[in-house]
């Protein structure tokens, strides 16, 4: 049975071949006809390219798990001419950096919600996350910029930023920190939806932290029971206890800490006055 299927395969291929040889040689392929050929081929890889970047442009379920570092030569960024996620964000830092508030409106979402891990409480609406960027822009001056470092592009629009402060092109200390963004589409414009920002801190707690944590586990492991309550409920052990501190301390705690605040201003509005007249004491003395 296999020995008549071979011989027949092999009689189709001796009787097929000549033939097809010598249309071949009867009717040659233009080199016009290629070159239409290789048209094609290469509209298919452009509409292939641009397919992938809207798929990568989706929503999806699974955020953050692979992230893609931008390079600047993107091919699919110039089929489709609008700027991806990276590049708003990398704008988004110019605007900073320019002390432009009215072009960074353009990049914040009407329900834009910034969570800062040096704030206790989030900005939410475009309304309060323009004034925090205001302050910030007024607190940074001059000669203070953001230097973006890395720049990572994940699933879901989503963008990863690792930065630095700098004074003149010099580091400013504990300055560095990264900023996660979330970003949606308006219209023909990609604007940030959420953010969270984490700052190096200047307090430097080491091995404390490590103690913190294994302590704690060990209360865990000792009681799984108030451990898993704790864990799924968090937010109602916290206020309640807000809600102690609201009847029994905030009414003698506030204005201490209201005026515990008010001196720390007071005392580093003082030290930064001293300091400049040091400067000006010092400049006169060595131009003499």
């Known amino acids: 049975m296999a020995i008549a299927v071979n011989f027949s395969a092999q009689a189709l291929r001796q009787s097929t071949f000549p033939r097809a040889m010598a249309d071949l040689a009867l009717y040659p392929l233009p080199f016009k006809t290629s070159c239409q050929v290789e048209q094609k081929r290469m509209k298919k890889q452009l509409h292939g390219v641009a397919i992938k970047r809207r798929e990568r442009n989706k929503f999806t379920n699974n955020r953050g798990v692979s992230l893609i570092v931008l390079s600047s ?19 988004f830092y110019e605007c900073i950096n320019e002390k432009n508030p009215k072009k960074l409106g353009g990049f914040i979402s009407g329900e834009c919600y910034i969570e800062d891990c040096s704030f206790f409480n989030p900005f939410k609406g475009k309304k309060e996350v323009m004034h925090f960027f205001d302050l910030l822009m007024r607190s940074m001056g001059q000669n203070v910029k953001f230097i973006v470092e890395h720049v990572c ?3 879901g629009l989503t963008v990863g ?29 990609l604007v940030i939806k959420k953010a969270r920002i984490i700052i190096e801190s200047p307090l430097k707690p080491g091995g404390v932290v490590l103690v913190l944590l294994k302590n704690l586990t060990m209360i865990f492991d000792e009681f799984p029971w108030a451990a898993e309550w704790f ?7 916290i206020q309640s206890l807000m809600k102690i501190y609201d009847i029994f301390l905030a009414p003698f705690v506030n204005p201490l800490v209201a005026s515990y605040v008010r001196i720390w ?6 030290f930064a ?12 003395l060595f131009r003499q």
């Open 73 to 91: 030569n993107s091919d699919s960024d110039s089929i489709l001419g609008q700027p991806s996620a990276a590049d708003t964000i990398k704008l």
């Open 153 to 155: 592009e994940g699933d």
């Open 161 to 189: 930023v690792v930065w630095h402060l700098e004074w003149k092109q010099t580091q400013v200390p504990f300055t560095r920190g990264c900023s996660f963004y979330e970003c949606s589409e308006e219209g023909e414009i």
């Open 231 to 237: 864990l799924k409920s968090p937010h109602v052990i």
């Open 265 to 270: 201003e007071f005392m580093a509005r003082s």
């Open 273 to 284: 006055l001293a300091i400049r007249i040091v400067f000006h004491i010092s400049k006169i």
